[in-house]
């Protein structure tokens, strides 16, 4: 598929525990952002990479969430210490480039994270 | 800081009728604006966009236009179809300080009865 794919697809974990969600974006695509949805809100903005690096991490709730992509296609976030609050479906984009916020924005099917 | 207010829902209509939902925005600048669907059991995806005032975004039937004097984007469908039932998102993207991530809206859940 030439889409956005995201896994698991489903993650129960206890409190406490450390999750890592991934992302596999479009296939060239330079610009990747991950965002949480809660049940009933909308997308909320996480972090935004640029190639390999962080360009925007303004969105991260707190220094307990983390977010890589080492090479500038697959990104991983990271969850320690998971907290119930942090149940949620969590949402990855990307686009083609991040110029002047004009680029479509092409999104995955979430990750479900259940914290118990 | 930037956000973005449309209309609660659920919004219930009978099939042919007029659509048309709210979407009022603050942001800093000149953002671009977005509304994004999500259908039952599928992701977001984008439905229609417009990067400056008095543009006009069209797909689907579905219509909206930048008004930047009223800072709205509301999003209009002359007749619609069971098929439109969904969870319709506002956003915006705000140009400059180097954040592209968007400003979502709370959705707005529509329901259209045969």
């Known amino acids: 598929g030439a889409g956005v794919s995201q896994t698991p697809s489903n993650k129960v974990t206890e409190k406490g525990k450390y999750v890592e969600l991934r992302c596999d974006p479009i296939?060239?695509?330079?610009?990747l952002y991950w965002y949480r949805q809660s049940l009933g809100q909308g997308p909320e903005f996480l972090i935004y990479?640029?190639?390999?690096?962080?360009?925007?991490d303004s969105g991260l709730p707190n220094d307990r969430f983390f977010a890589v992509r080492p090479e500038g296609s697959v990104s991983t976030l990271k969850i320690q210490r998971t907290e119930r609050g942090d149940s949620a479906v969590y949402l990855c984009?990307?686009?083609?480039?991040?110029?002047?916020?004009?680029?479509?924005?092409?999104f995955g099917p979430g990750t479900r994270l259940l914290v118990l | 800081g930037n956000s973005v207010t449309q209309m609660e829902g659920p919004v219930t209509l009978s099939e042919e009728a007029f659509l048309t939902i709210n979407c009022t925005y603050t942001?800093?600048?000149?953002?671009?604006l977005f509304w994004y669907v999500q259908y039952p059991g599928e992701g977001l995806q984008l439905l229609l966009k417009?990067?400056?005032?008095?543009d006009k975004g069209s797909n689907k039937g579905f219509e909206a236009t930048y008004r930047k004097e009223t800072t709205s984007f509301h999003l209009e469908k002359g007749s619609v179809q069971v098929s439109d039932s969904a969870v319709y998102f506002c956003?915006?993207?705000?140009?400059?300080?180097?954040?592209?991530?968007?400003?979502f809206g709370k959705g707005t859940h529509l329901i259209i009865q045969p």
């Open positions: 417009a990067t400056k005032a008095d």
């Open positions: 956003a915006l993207s705000a140009l400059g300080g180097g954040a592209d991530g968007l400003t």
């Open positions: 296939s060239g695509h330079t610009a």
């Open positions: 984009a990307s686009s083609l480039t991040a110029g002047r916020g004009q680029e479509t924005q092409y």
């Open positions: 942001a800093t600048g000149y953002p671009s």
């Open positions: 990479f640029q190639g390999t690096g962080a360009a925007d």
